[in-house]
């Protein structure tokens, strides 16, 4: 599967890492984007783009600026993964645009292969909400194998930085707060979204271990 980035401040880390933790054909393109309060009309919007996109299955876009988010949605004919929320209103119009877009439901790392098209299935299957397989030996964490990681590496970072350590509540701690250090994304939403990156890698290496954590994402304000 061929697959293009689109990005300014956002998006090479992650077209890094997916190109090399899997078989994708990844293509990283930077985008030039204005401010966020500098209205672009729909010419020059779409001047900014790239002129086609013949070749690519999926096109993820980490681009920030609502015109652009929109313009995309207008003049791409393949799937579109919006790694960077849309602001309701300008969702709206993309999905009145196009009939196979997807966004997730927090941050990149909370993506699931549940979004019924194939395109953006297939990338969630390898890179989105943490999934983790360990093993144990003498209390002690000896692997942790990232089945299902964030797309910018978050996951892979901290599943090495918790090998070695004591099967407790301890190593869950560290491997969230490895995970929110290396985590690239853009504060924005109801959560903190470094935050939200925390308490799902949390969640994923407790559950890997059968810890069970006393924390609900509803009422989370820092890292676990």
Not at 57 to 71: E, F, R, T, W
Not at 147 to 176: H, I, Q, Y
Request: hydrophobic share 40%; charged share 25%; proline share 7%.
């Amino acid at each position: 599967m061929r697959v293009l980035f689109l990005g300014y401040r956002y998006g090479s880390r992650a077209a890094e890492n997916v190109g090399s933790r899997s078989d994708f054909d990844v293509e990283f393109l930077k985008v030039k984007e204005p401010p966020e309060n500098v209205i672009l009309d729909e010419e020059h919007a779409r001047a900014l783009l790239p002129p086609s996109y013949s070749g690519f299955d999926l096109v993820i876009s980490y681009l920030q600026h609502p015109d652009l988010q929109l313009a995309l949605a207008e003049v791409c004919d393949s799937p579109i993964l919006y790694g960077i929320i849309p602001d309701p209103a300008v969702r709206e119009g993309i999905e009145r645009s196009h009939d196979a877009v997807a966004f997730p439901e927090t941050t990149m790392c909370s993506l699931l292969p549940e979004t019924g098209i194939p395109e953006v299935d297939r990338f969630a299957e390898r890179f989105g909400r943490p999934k983790l397989e360990v093993s144990v030996s003498g209390g002690k964490i000896q692997t942790v194998r990232v089945v299902r990681g964030a797309p910018c590496g978050a996951t892979w970072v901290a599943a090495e930085r918790v090998e070695g350590m004591s099967v407790d509540e301890e190593a869950v701690n560290a491997f969230a707060l490895a995970a929110c250090h290396h985590c690239v994304a853009p504060r924005f939403g109801k959560f903190e979204s470094k935050d939200v990156t925390a308490y799902l890698h949390g969640v994923a290496l407790a559950e890997a271990l059968e810890i069970e954590l006393d924390v609900d994402l509803e009422e989370f304000e820092l890292p676990i």
